[in-house]
């Protein structure tokens, strides 16, 4: 079967779900990757590939900024979709079966066009979980749906499990890489802090003043400031370090929430403010008791985290542990009868 597979680029938790994914797929099948942004980066020298443009999230002092990242993707609408047409000669040229898409529009709205099967994988697409500002939820479900909006199943990972309203929407355990699998997890002392967004400005200032190690990624250098050693991201050493560290501070973002609770280390999250996707993540980790969610990043809060950690390693055993069979057997099965 001849599957296009379309990866969303902003941010790399689409492209690490999705490669673990294709690399299951392509073992029976024929694939054409679509890509954009860091996803493009990702997979380009590894699958044959089709380079889209993407939408953008713009970021202000920590904060999704809806005005700024509304106008921005207005402005740049009509050179995305014009970019978009290279998509119509892949279509008659690979002349897939089935389109997969992990939040990427271009693929989607191409399979409606070409009358082909569309199959959504990814996180987002929950929609009942109204935990936070109303207006945060009507926005993220606006866009979820106006990027994927007509999918025939919905395939979603997730580590929380709210009642479905969709009889096409199927939930499943996280998708885990398998070098995040073989790893045996250790407390070498160090908290790792992972952040994609670089407007928060109070981040290291507020770590300079703790008593604790810290590795931190998503910076552009390779140096040691009093306690926080800066690191460059590196696949590689991003999981050694994950696997080897007493804890977690990152933001709401599902993958690396998802690939350390897996490996049960405790997480303090603090979402970007106003992405509600990221919210309603840190939400239902807290309800858990794996972790604490917090508006802001401050010494006080970070405290409180760790005079919890114990607590939280305590309940983080009662987390259960999944491989990606479920969800594959499922796009199997799907994928059978997309065939007949």
Known sequence: MKILYCVNGEGMGHSIRSKTIIDELKKHHTLYLVASGKAYRFFSKKYPLVRVGSFNITYRNNSVDYLLTTINNIIKLPFLILHSLRLISLFLRFRPDVVITDVEPFGAYYSYLFRKKCISLDNQHIFNTKLDKKTDFLIDKLVSIALVPKADHYLVTTFFYPKKKNKKTLLFPPVIRKQIQK??????????????SKSDRSLVPTLKKLDQDFILYSRNKEKQIKNIKFKRFSEKEFIKDLAGCRAVITNGGFTVISEALYLQKPILSVPVKNQYEQIRNAIHLQRAGYGMHCKEISYKNIERFLSNINTYKNNLRTYKKQNNNK???????LLRQAKS
């Open 183 to 196: 790893k045996k997890p250790k407390d070498k002392g160090h908290i790792l802090v992972y952040q994609t």
């Open 327 to 333: 969800i594959i057997d499922a796009l199997d099965r």
